[in-house]
């Protein structure tokens, strides 16, 4: 396993990327260019950076207003503030007339640590996802980010992308990455996790304490959440007859409601949510936060160890 | 096309608002009135748009912020060719492309999706901002109401478009004076306001009648100084032109019944 990279630092790099083959991209900041790695962009092409100040509404119309003159604006912030506080903004002036801005906003989930609860957002998937069209995606590693920015570079439409601020392992090499399909990492038999972002690579360390037990584990990175790859998550479903989703949101409204929509009523099934049970964040280092709530490995596995 | 044809323009335009209204049975047939001559202003005197091609990436840019003055944009999209008259008789109805409020989607000359109030400015800066990033010599034109000025992001999107010195925009204030729950001294006082929007740097023209169509057309090809966009600050009379709804709050979001209708036309017939 290589070095520990944030997702967002990930994103700052693969923006400078495509940035330099594609002229259309810009990107708009508000106040935070320093934490969501955006600032990359702006040294590299300040006349395509535009920060918009401590000002999140503004920034996202802004970002409607420059997809209308042709142009391909990413918008990053911190996702409390930029699904949360400009959530109006998203819903009636980017989804609504389907206007190509691409939404990545950082921090998500408790994964932020020291900020605290006011900054830790973790109903931002729930908040996009009810949005009709709009597309959303959780990358699970600093690979699959770059090959998500440059996917959504190429798709026509509103999209939110989902990044964290804590480095995390990078595992992810060769697996394609479409929008809308599901990767199988794991195979498994016993039990199916559907599991995004930081959780799939602790939900990849739980399947192996799990084998030590003698369960077999499936683990499934669903990094894109809408549209959610149905045929995937039915197939594992029904090959394990036992499913656990694991993300680092609310239990409502995230992934595990997501799957849930696709199994209800058509597939028999045990089912088992891992994730922030209507909570609030609060301060810590982000290891310990995320064993506060019950979000590391060894957690995980005696989570789905207890559910079967 | 000289001031009494503008003026033409804008009466059928007005009894466009009434007939619609009065078809739906609902509207806001007040702040649409009050806006009508700055809105012809801009379509008929400064605006390149093309109603056989309403997507051409080189048209000048209209944003309707006050959205729920859609009548109104209707009113001079139909006039202007962008749409059919025939629209009218379903205007809010189910599976018409003329919504309550402007639907961008549907809608062949509308740029922007709009009725949620507050986001216009900012919609424009972007336009306005990408059209100077471009190159292009696009202009951009946004119409806000006055209770509009409320809300906390129109003064986020001026401070944004003097910061990025949008001399390619102008912003049109139709301050009727009047929203929904009463004056705006009444519900929330927007105090000096051409002295605040003069300190977040735009170059404002005030017209005492910005339902003078000549006013309005003279402040709209009036030159604003470099690097600042520009503001007019129209003080209209909401329900312009009818009477009975002449500067009367219910006015705002009520439609005018049959025989109401009929008083309107009337009053706006010759005119």
Not at chain 2, 15 to 23: C, F, H, L, P, S
Request: hydrophobic content about 40%.
């Amino acid at each position: 396993m290589a070095d520990k990279i944030a997702t967002r630092a990930a994103y700052g790099d693969a923006l400078v990327e495509l940035g330099a083959k594609n002229d259309k991209v810009v990107v708009l900041d508000a106040d935070l260019s320093h934490a969501t790695m955006t600032m990359n962009f702006a040294k590299a092409y300040p006349d395509r950076f535009f920060n918009a100040g401590i000002a999140e509404a503004n920034m996202v119309d802004m970002g409607a207003g420059l997809s209308t003159m042709g142009l391909i604006p990413f918008c990053s912030t911190f996702a409390m503030f930029g699904a949360g506080r400009a959530y109006e903004q998203v819903r009636n002036t980017i989804a609504y007339p389907k206007f190509n801005v691409k939404l990545c906003m950082s921090h998500a989930g408790v994964s932020v640590g020291e900020d605290g609860g006011s900054h830790q957002c973790v109903e931002d998937l729930a908040l996009m996802r009810v949005i009709p069209g709009m597309t959303v995606i959780v990358p699970a590693d600093a690979n699959e980010t770059r090959k998500a920015v440059f996917a959504l570079a190429d798709f026509q439409g509103p999209a939110y992308m989902r990044l964290c601020r804590l480095a995390s392992p990078v595992f992810e090499d060769d697996q394609p990455f479409e929008i809308g399909k599901a990767n199988v990492l794991r195979e498994g038999t016993d039990v199916a996790v559907f599991a995004c972002g930081l959780m799939v690579s602790e939900s990849l360390e739980a399947a192996k304490l799990l084998e030590k037990d003698g369960i077999s584990a499936a683990v499934i990175n669903v990094h894109t959440i809408k549209p959610i790859d149905a045929t995937c998550v039915t197939e594992w479903a029904q090959k394990c007859g036992k499913v656990v989703t694991v993300e680092e949101h609310s239990v409502i409204g995230g992934l595990g409601d997501a799957v849930a929509d696709v199994l209800m009523g058509k597939v028999a099934c045990g089912f088992h949510k891992i994730g922030i049970n209507d909570q609030f964040g609060q301060s810590g280092k982000a290891p310990e936060v995320l064993a506060e709530y019950g979000l590391t490995a060894p957690q995980i596995a005696a989570s789905i160890k207890a559910s079967l | 096309m000289n001031m009494e044809e503008l003026s033409k323009v804008c009466t059928q335009v007005r009894r466009d608002i009434i007939n619609m209204t009065a078809n739906a049975g609902s509207g806001h047939p007040g702040g649409s009135l009050s806006a009508v001559e700055l809105m012809v202003g801009a379509f008929y005197t400064q605006m390149r748009v093309d109603p056989q091609n309403p997507h051409d990436p080189n048209r000048d840019r209209f944003i309707l912020s006050k959205g729920h003055a859609a009548p109104c944009y209707y009113g001079v999209l139909a006039e202007k060719g962008f749409i059919s008259r025939d629209e009218f008789k379903e205007f809010r109805q189910l599976h018409n492309i003329l919504q309550g409020h402007p639907d961008a989607k549907k809608v062949p000359g509308v740029d922007a999706s709009t009725g949620s109030l507050g986001q216009g400015v900012s919609i424009a800066d972007g336009m306005a901002l990408g059209a100077k990033h471009l190159g292009k010599d696009t202009k951009v034109f946004v119409l806000c109401g006055d209770g509009e000025l409320q809300e906390g992001q129109i003064w986020e999107g001026l401070m944004a478009a003097a910061h990025y010195k949008l001399d390619n925009l102008t912003v049109m204030i139709d301050n009727n004076g009047l929203q929904i729950d009463g004056s705006n001294d009444q519900v929330m006082s927007l105090g000096d306001l051409a002295a605040k929007l003069r300190a977040f740097g735009l170059h404002v023209i005030e017209l005492p009648d910005g339902n003078d169509i000549k006013a309005v057309v003279d402040a709209l090809a009036a030159p604003t100084e470099a690097g600042k966009p520009k503001c007019i600050l129209a003080h209209t009379v909401k329900g312009k032109g009818v009477s009975f709804m002449e500067n009367q709050v219910g006015w705002h979001g009520k439609a005018p019944n049959e025989e109401q209708r009929q008083q309107a036309l009337a009053e706006l017939e010759g005119k």
